[in-house]
C-alpha cells in the first residue's frame, strides 16, 4: 500500500505534548472518542513527517524529501556518521576532513553549497544545536562528528527551505537524524579499516521496551591513525616533495651593534643549513615544512546518545500522555601534526640578539663582512679556544624558529583540536481526542578547545641566546654531540628541557557556543472536515538563545609571546530570538493537498523581525503519479560568532625581496604566511534571505520501484561577507607603495601577522538545478536485485560578490570566501544482490570535472580543470545467525575499490578535501552480533 493511501486509511492519528494549562483547556473543549476506536488509533505509531509540523502518519510530502533508512547505512560503506554527506549528491561544499583550521576533526552538512549554516540538522524533528565552529564568513554549523553512528535509524534531507516551518538556517534545507527510538536488546559491532591510516571503530546499541516506556543506549568509539604528507606518493609527486618557508631554522645572520642598534647590511647563511635538513634559496636558508603537516590528523573520538520515554497515563483528562527526554555527550580529540612557531617579537626591531659569547657563535666580522671559522677543523678549533669572545653580535634575520624541526612535525606531539559537547532535551507528549500538544526544553552546550605546543616566550628566547643555553645554529641538527671549542663543556645539541621550562609554552585558545530553546507546538489533523477530506493545523512558539565565546591564549594576547601586538581579541556573541508559527493542510481536491505555513521571528532591535512563507502543493495526477510544488522565503540569521566578530587564520600571499615584505615586484619572490584575522560587524547586520520554488514528479510504481524528478531554485540575498578578504586588504596596502594599513600588523620584516576586515550584507546568489532518484528493485531465483540512482545537476549559479558577478557552478571558488567546490554534476549509483544469507552491493560514486580558480601559493593549473572522479565501492554481508545461534554478521568491503588518487589540485594541499577523499582504497571488514 502506497504512504499516501495509508494515511488516508487512518485520518484519525494524533500525537500530542502539553504543558499543564494548556492541557488543561485544551481537554475541556474536546469530546470523548470511543473507545474501541481510540485502542486501535494507539497502536498505529504517531510521527512527525519531515517538512511538517502536523501530527499524521508518514505520508509523501509535498516538500522533496531523500531518505537513508538503517538497511542502507548498514549495506553501504559507511563507516562513521560523516560518511552519510557522501550518500547526498545535493551536498557540496562541505569539509568533511578538513586539513587545516580550527574545524579540523569536525564534518557538517552544506546543501546546495549556500553555506555551512544554511543548512539546519534536526534530531527526531528537533534542533541539534550549533557548534562553535564555523567557515570562513562566521556561518556556525552542527559538526556531525558529535553523534555515535549506532543510534541512526534514518537520514532524512529535506531539500528545499524550509525556514516557515523550522525557523532560520533551513535555507538550503534540513537534515533530520531519526534515532532508533524502539529498538530492542543488545547489539555490538566492531569494524576495522586498513587504508593510508588505520581505523577501528566500535558501535554499541542497548534497547529496552516496556509495557509504559522505552529506554535507548548508543555510543560509538572511534580511533584513526595519523597520517603526514609524505604517506601520499601523489602529493610528494605534485608538490616534489618540497614546501619552503620564508623564515629558516636556522638561519640567516646579520651583525648588530649593541649600543647603537644598527644591523650590518650583508646576512650569511649557517653554514650547516643544509645539513640540518633546510634548503639554500639565493641568500636565504629555507625551512623546508613539507613532512610537518598530517592532512589525515590522528582521531579519536567518544560519543554516546541515550533517550527514553514513558507514558504518565491519562494526566488532566488526556487519553495519553507521555515525558520524553535526550541526552547526549561526545568527546572528540583530533591531532595534526604542525610546523614549528616563528617568533618577532625580539627586543631588536622585532629581531634576537645573538651575543659574541654565545658558545656556538662561531662568525667574526671583518672587511667583507661576517666570516665564518669552522670550528670542527683543528685550525678553527685552535682559534676558539685562543680567542673566546672574538666572535660578532649577529642577529636574527626576521621571523626566528628557535628550534626548527626538534620539535616539529613527526618529533612533535602534534597541536590538538578537541571537541566536547553534550546536549539535554525532556519533554512532554499529549494528545486527547485529534488534538496534540508537545512541549520540550533543549540546551545544547559546545567546547572547542585549540592545544598547540612549541610557541615561545620572547623574553625567554632572548634570554636563552644571551646565556647559551638556546642554541640557534645549525650546528645543533648536524653535529648534536660537538663540543664548543669556547667554553670546553657547552654541547651543540638542542636542551629541549630547558626549552621547555623557560622559553616554550602551550598555547590555548577556547571557542563554546550553547545553544538553549524552549518549545511549544499544537496541532491537529482533523480540524474540519471538507468534501476532500480533513483539514489540519498546526502553530506554535520558540525562544531560541545561543551564545558564543571566544578566549584566546592569554601569553599570546598580552604580547609576551611570538607577536608585539595583541593578535586575538576575546568575542563575546549572543543572539535572543523569539517566533511563532501557523501552518494548515487542506485537501483541496480529492487528488490535491496544499500546505500554508507562516513563521515570524523577532531577533531583537539590532538585527530586526522577519516574516516568512511557505505555499506547498501535492496532486494526484494518476494513482501511480504524483506532482509536488512549492514555493517559500527562508532566512538565515547572523550567528552569534557573527554578532562577535569572526577570529581565524588565513593563508595570504605576498612578494618578499632580501627578505623583507616588498611592494616592488621587480626581483621579487613569492612568499606566504597563516595570519591571524578578525572580522567585526559594520553598522547592524540583517538575516540573510532566499526565496526557492521546487517543482517535481514522482512516480511510484510499486514498493520497490520509483521515479522522482525535482526542479530547484534559490534567490539568496543579503549575504553576510567580509567587506574585504584578508588577502585583499592586504593586496590594497601597496597601492601606494608603502606598507601602512592600519588594518594589518607586521613583524620587523613586514610579513603580516594579523589582518582586520568589516563584515556587511553585502552579497547575492541565485541558482538552480535538477534532483533525480531512481530506484528498481525486482525479485527472480537467483535473489532479489534492487537498484538506486542519485544525482544531482546545478544549471546555474551565479553570484554577486562585492560588486563583481561570478560564476560559481564548475568552479572551485577559492577565492571567493563565500562558496565551495561546486561541480556541476555529482552522483551515486548502486546496485544490491540479496540471497538468503548472503547480500552484495556495488556503489559507484561520480564527481564533475570543475574549473580550477585557486590564483594563490603559485598555481600552475590556473585556469585548467580539476579532473572528474569516480570511485568504485564494493560490499559483502554474511547473516551468520544460524550458524552461530544469535543474530550476527559479518562484513568485507572496498571503498575507492580501485585505489584512485584524487585530482590533481595545482595549490596546496594539493587535493581538494572539499570535493574529493585523500585515503585512497579503504579495506574494511566488520562483525557484529545482536541479543
Given at each position: 500500500?502506497?504512504r499516501?493511501?495509508?494515511?488516508?486509511?487512518?485520518k484519525?492519528?494524533?500525537?500530542a505534548t502539553?504543558?499543564a494549562t494548556?492541557?488543561?483547556?485544551?481537554?475541556?473543549h474536546?469530546?470523548?472518542?470511543?473507545?474501541?476506536?481510540?485502542?486501535?488509533?494507539?497502536?498505529?505509531e504517531?510521527?512527525i513527517?519531515?517538512?511538517?509540523?502536523?501530527?499524521k502518519?508518514?505520508t509523501?510530502?509535498?516538500a522533496?524529501v531523500?531518505?537513508?533508512?538503517?538497511?542502507?547505512?548498514?549495506?553501504?560503506?559507511?563507516?562513521?556518521?560523516s560518511?552519510?554527506?557522501?550518500?547526498?549528491?545535493?551536498n557540496a561544499?562541505?569539509?568533511?576532513?578538513?586539513?587545516s583550521?580550527?574545524n579540523i576533526g569536525?564534518?557538517n552538512f552544506?546543501i546546495?553549497?549556500?553555506?555551512a549554516?544554511?543548512?539546519l540538522?534536526l534530531?527526531?524533528?528537533?534542533?541539534?544545536?550549533?557548534?562553535?565552529?564555523?567557515?570562513?564568513l562566521?556561518?556556525q554549523?552542527?559538526?556531525?562528528?558529535?553523534?555515535?553512528?549506532?543510534?541512526?535509524?534514518s537520514?532524512?534531507?529535506?531539500?528545499?527551505g524550509?525556514?516557515?516551518i523550522?525557523?532560520?538556517e533551513?535555507?538550503?534545507g534540513?537534515?533530520?537524524i531519526?534515532t532508533?527510538?524502539?529498538?530492542?536488546?543488545?547489539?555490538i559491532s566492531?569494524r576495522y579499516?586498513?587504508?593510508?591510516n588505520?581505523?577501528?571503530t566500535i558501535?554499541?546499541?542497548?534497547g529496552?521496551n516496556?509495557e509504559?516506556g522505552?529506554?535507548?543506549l548508543?555510543a560509538?568509539a572511534?580511533?584513526?591513525s595519523?597520517?603526514?604528507?609524505d604517506?601520499f606518493?601523489?602529493?610528494?609527486?605534485?608538490?616534489?616533495?618540497?614546501?619552503l618557508?620564508s623564515?629558516?631554522?636556522?638561519?640567516?645572520?646579520?651583525?648588530?651593534?649593541s649600543?647603537?642598534?644598527?644591523f650590518?647590511s650583508?646576512?650569511?647563511i649557517?653554514p650547516?643549513c643544509?645539513e640540518a635538513g633546510?634548503?639554500?634559496q639565493?641568500?636565504n636558508c629555507?625551512?623546508?615544512?613539507?613532512?610537518h603537516?598530517s592532512?589525515?590528523?590522528?582521531?579519536?573520538?567518544l560519543?554516546?546518545?541515550?533517550?527514553?520515554?514513558?507514558?504518565?497515563?491519562?494526566?488532566l483528562?488526556?487519553?495519553?500522555v507521555?515525558?520524553?527526554g535526550?541526552?547526549?555527550?561526545?568527546q572528540?580529540t583530533?591531532?595534526r601534526?604542525?610546523?614549528?612557531?616563528?617568533?618577532?617579537?625580539?627586543?631588536y626591531g622585532?629581531?634576537?640578539l645573538i651575543?659574541?659569547s654565545?658558545?656556538?657563535?662561531f662568525?667574526?666580522?671583518?672587511?667583507?663582512?661576517l666570516?665564518?671559522?669552522d670550528p670542527?677543523?683543528?685550525?678553527?678549533?685552535q682559534?676558539?679556544e685562543?680567542?673566546?669572545?672574538a666572535?660578532a653580535n649577529l642577529?636574527?634575520?626576521?621571523?626566528?624558529?628557535?628550534?626548527?624541526?626538534?620539535?616539529?612535525g613527526k618529533n612533535?606531539?602534534?597541536?590538538d583540536?578537541i571537541?566536547?559537547?553534550?546536549?539535554h532535551?525532556?519533554?512532554i507528549?499529549a494528545?486527547?481526542g485529534n488534538?496534540?500538544?508537545?512541549?520540550w526544553y533543549?540546551?545544547?552546550e559546545?567546547e572547542?578547545?585549540?592545544?598547540?605546543?612549541g610557541?615561545s616566550?620572547?623574553s625567554?628566547?632572548?634570554s636563552?641566546?644571551?646565556?647559551?643555553?638556546?642554541?640557534p645554529f645549525?650546528?645543533?641538527?648536524a653535529?648534536?654531540d660537538?663540543?664548543?671549542?669556547?667554553?670546553?663543556?657547552?654541547i651543540?645539541a638542542?636542551?629541549?628541557?630547558?626549552?621547555n621550562?623557560?622559553?616554550?609554552?602551550i598555547?590555548?585558545?577556547i571557542?563554546?557556543?550553547?545553544?538553549?530553546?524552549?518549545d511549544?507546538?499544537?496541532s491537529n489533523?482533523e480540524?474540519?472536515?471538507?468534501d476532500?477530506g480533513?483539514v489540519g493545523?498546526?502553530?506554535?512558539?520558540q525562544?531560541?538563545?545561543?551564545?558564543?565565546?571566544f578566549?584566546?591564549?592569554r601569553?599570546?594576547s598580552a604580547?609576551l609571546?611570538?607577536v608585539a601586538s595583541?593578535?586575538?581579541l576575546?568575542?563575546?556573541?549572543?543572539t535572543?530570538v523569539?517566533s511563532v508559527?501557523?501552518e494548515?493542510?487542506?485537501?483541496?481536491l480529492?487528488n490535491?493537498?496544499l500546505?500554508l505555513?507562516?513563521?515570524y521571528?523577532?531577533?531583537?532591535k539590532?538585527?530586526?523581525t522577519?516574516?516568512?512563507?511557505k505555499?506547498?502543493?501535492?496532486?494526484k495526477?494518476?494513482?501511480d503519479?504524483?506532482?509536488?510544488?512549492?514555493?517559500?522565503?527562508s532566512?538565515q540569521?547572523p550567528?552569534?560568532?557573527q554578532?562577535g566578530?569572526?577570529?581565524s587564520?588565513?593563508?595570504?600571499?605576498?612578494?618578499t625581496?632580501?627578505?623583507?615584505?616588498t611592494?616592488n615586484?621587480q626581483?621579487a619572490?613569492?612568499g606566504?604566511?597563516?595570519?591571524?584575522t578578525?572580522?567585526?560587524?559594520?553598522g547592524n547586520?540583517n538575516?540573510?534571505?532566499a526565496?526557492?520554488?521546487?517543482?517535481?514528479?514522482?512516480?511510484?510504481?510499486?514498493?520497490k520501484?520509483?521515479v522522482?524528478?525535482?526542479?530547484?531554485?534559490?534567490?539568496?540575498?543579503?549575504l553576510?561577507?567580509?567587506a574585504?578578504?584578508?588577502q585583499?586588504?592586504?593586496?590594497?596596502?601597496?597601492?601606494?607603495g608603502?606598507?601602512?594599513?592600519?588594518n594589518i600588523?607586521?613583524?620587523?620584516?613586514?610579513?603580516?601577522l594579523f589582518i582586520?576586515?568589516?563584515l556587511?550584507?553585502a552579497?547575492?546568489?541565485?541558482?538552480?538545478g535538477?534532483?533525480a532518484k531512481?530506484k528498481?528493485?525486482?525479485?527472480?531465483n537467483m535473489?532479489a536485485f534492487?537498484f538506486?540512482v542519485?544525482?544531482?545537476?546545478?544549471m546555474?549559479?551565479?553570484?554577486v560578490?562585492s560588486?563583481v558577478t561570478?560564476?560559481?557552478?564548475?568552479?572551485r571558488?577559492?577565492?571567493?570566501?563565500s562558496f565551495g567546490?561546486m561541480p556541476e554534476?555529482?552522483?551515486n549509483?548502486s546496485?544490491r544482490?540479496?540471497?538468503?544469507n548472503?547480500?552484495?552491493t556495488?556503489?559507484f560514486?561520480y564527481?564533475d570535472?570543475?574549473?580550477?580558480d585557486?590564483?594563490a601559493?603559485n598555481?600552475?593549473l590556473?585556469g585548467?580543470?580539476?579532473?572528474?572522479?569516480?570511485?568504485?565501492d564494493?560490499?559483502y554481508r554474511?547473516?551468520?545467525?544460524?550458524?552461530?545461534?544469535i543474530?550476527?554478521?559479518?562484513?568485507?568491503?572496498a571503498?575507492?575499490l580501485?585505489d584512485?588518487?584524487?585530482p590533481?589540485?595545482g595549490a596546496?594541499?594539493?587535493f581538494d578535501e572539499e570535493?574529493?577523499?585523500?585515503?585512497?582504497?579503504?579495506l574494511?571488514?566488520?562483525i557484529?552480533?545482536?541479543?
Open positions: 500500500m502506497k499516501y493511501d495509508y494515511f488516508k486509511n487512518h484519525k492519528l494524533i500525537i502539553s504543558i494548556a492541557l488543561g483547556t485544551l481537554s475541556a474536546t469530546q470523548a472518542q470511543d473507545e474501541t476506536e481510540l485502542d486501535d488509533l494507539q497502536k498505529i504517531r510521527i513527517v519531515l517538512g511538517s509540523n502536523i501530527r502518519i508518514d509523501e510530502s509535498a522533496p531523500q531518505y537513508i533508512d538503517r538497511d542502507s547505512i548498514e549495506l553501504s560503506s559507511i563507516g562513521s556518521i560518511d552519510l554527506v557522501l550518500n547526498i549528491p545535493a561544499g562541505s569539509v568533511i576532513n578538513p586539513v583550521g580550527e569536525s564534518s552544506n546546495r553549497n549556500l553555506g549554516g544554511s543548512t540538522v534530531i527526531n524533528g528537533r534542533r541539534a544545536g550549533k557548534s562553535p565552529l564555523s567557515d570562513n562566521g556561518n554549523f552542527y559538526d556531525l562528528n558529535q553523534l555515535p553512528l549506532s543510534m541512526v535509524k537520514v532524512d534531507i529535506q531539500t528545499d524550509a525556514s516557515a523550522y525557523g532560520s533551513a535555507v538550503a534540513v537534515v533530520n531519526v532508533r527510538k524502539g529498538f530492542e536488546g543488545l547489539e566492531a579499516e586498513d587504508a593510508s588505520q581505523t577501528e558501535n554499541f546499541a542497548l529496552s516496556g509504559r522505552s529506554f535507548g548508543y560509538t572511534y580511533n584513526g595519523i597520517n603526514y604528507r604517506d606518493d601523489f602529493i610528494v609527486e605534485r608538490s616534489g616533495g618540497v614546501l618557508s623564515s629558516g631554522s636556522p638561519d640567516e645572520y646579520r651583525t648588530l651593534d649600543l647603537t642598534g644598527e650590518g650583508t646576512k650569511v649557517d650547516y643544509e633546510q634548503v639554500v639565493g641568500n629555507r625551512y623546508n615544512f613539507f613532512d603537516t592532512p589525515v590528523p590522528k582521531n579519536n573520538r560519543s554516546i546518545f541515550a533517550e527514553f520515554d514513558y507514558d504518565l497515563g491519562q494526566v483528562g488526556f487519553e495519553e507521555k515525558a520524553f535526550e541526552v547526549s555527550y561526545a572528540n583530533a591531532t601534526a604542525f610546523g614549528p612557531q616563528m617568533n618577532g617579537n625580539g627586543e622585532g629581531r634576537f651575543p659574541s654565545h658558545p656556538f657563535n662568525f667574526v666580522e671583518n672587511a667583507d663582512g666570516q665564518y671559522i670542527t677543523t683543528a685550525s678553527g678549533s682559534f676558539w685562543q680567542n673566546p669572545n666572535a642577529t636574527t634575520s626576521g621571523n626566528f624558529r628557535p628550534i626548527g624541526a626538534a620539535i616539529a612533535g606531539n602534534g597541536n583540536y571537541n566536547n559537547s553534550d546536549r532535551l525532556i519533554g507528549d494528545f486527547t488534538w496534540s500538544v508537545s512541549a533543549q540546551k545544547y559546545h572547542n578547545r585549540f592545544i598547540a605546543e610557541d616566550i620572547a625567554g628566547l632572548q636563552g641566546l644571551m646565556d647559551g643555553t638556546l642554541n645549525g650546528i645543533a641538527y653535529l648534536p660537538f663540543i664548543s671549542p669556547k667554553d670546553g663543556t657547552s651543540a638542542h636542551d629541549l628541557d630547558s626549552y621550562n623557560n622559553i616554550g609554552y598555547t590555548t585558545n571557542r563554546t557556543s550553547s545553544q538553549q530553546t524552549v511549544f507546538v499544537m489533523s480540524v474540519f472536515e471538507l476532500a480533513y493545523v498546526a502553530f506554535g512558539f525562544n531560541r538563545q545561543e551564545t558564543f565565546t578566549t584566546p591564549d601569553i599570546t604580547g609571546g611570538s595583541s593578535r586575538s576575546s568575542v563575546n556573541g549572543e535572543d523569539d508559527f501557523v494548515v493542510a487542506i485537501p483541496a480529492e490535491l493537498d500546505q505555513a507562516l513563521r521571528e523577532d531577533h531583537g539590532e538585527i530586526g522577519t516574516t516568512d512563507p505555499v506547498a502543493a501535492l496532486y495526477l494518476t494513482e503519479i504524483l506532482l509536488r510544488a512549492s514555493y517559500g522565503s532566512f540569521a550567528t552569534a560568532i554578532a566578530g569572526i577570529t587564520n588565513t593563508g595570504v600571499d605576498f612578494l625581496a632580501n627578505g623583507r615584505v611592494c615586484a626581483n619572490e613569492q606566504d604566511f597563516i595570519a591571524d578578525s572580522a567585526k560587524v559594520l547586520l538575516p540573510q534571505s526565496d526557492n520554488i521546487n517543482l517535481g514528479i514522482v512516480w511510484q510504481a510499486s514498493n520501484s520509483s522522482s524528478v525535482d526542479y530547484w531554485q534559490y534567490d539568496y540575498k543579503g553576510i561577507v567580509n574585504q578578504s584578508p585583499a586588504v592586504l593586496d590594497s596596502d601597496c597601492d601606494d608603502i606598507l601602512n594599513d592600519p600588523t607586521r613583524a620587523s620584516d613586514g610579513v603580516p582586520n576586515t568589516s556587511e550584507n552579497d547575492s546568489a541565485k541558482t538552480d535538477i534532483d531512481f528498481y528493485g525486482f525479485d527472480s535473489g534492487d538506486n542519485t544525482v544531482s545537476y546545478v546555474s549559479f551565479e553570484a560578490l560588486g561570478i560564476d560559481v557552478a564548475g568552479r571558488n577559492a577565492n571567493t570566501n567546490a554534476l555529482t552522483g549509483a546496485g544482490w540479496t540471497k538468503d548472503h547480500q552484495a556495488l556503489t560514486r564527481t570535472s570543475y574549473l580550477q585557486d590564483a601559493r598555481n600552475d590556473l585548467q580543470n580539476i579532473d572528474s572522479f569516480t570511485t568504485l564494493f560490499q554474511y547473516d551468520a545467525s544460524q550458524i552461530i545461534g543474530g550476527s554478521w559479518i562484513m568485507l568491503g571503498n575507492n580501485t584512485e588518487n584524487p590533481r589540485y596546496r594541499p594539493f570535493a574529493h577523499s585523500i585515503r585512497g582504497r579503504v574494511y571488514a566488520e557484529g552480533v545482536t541479543f
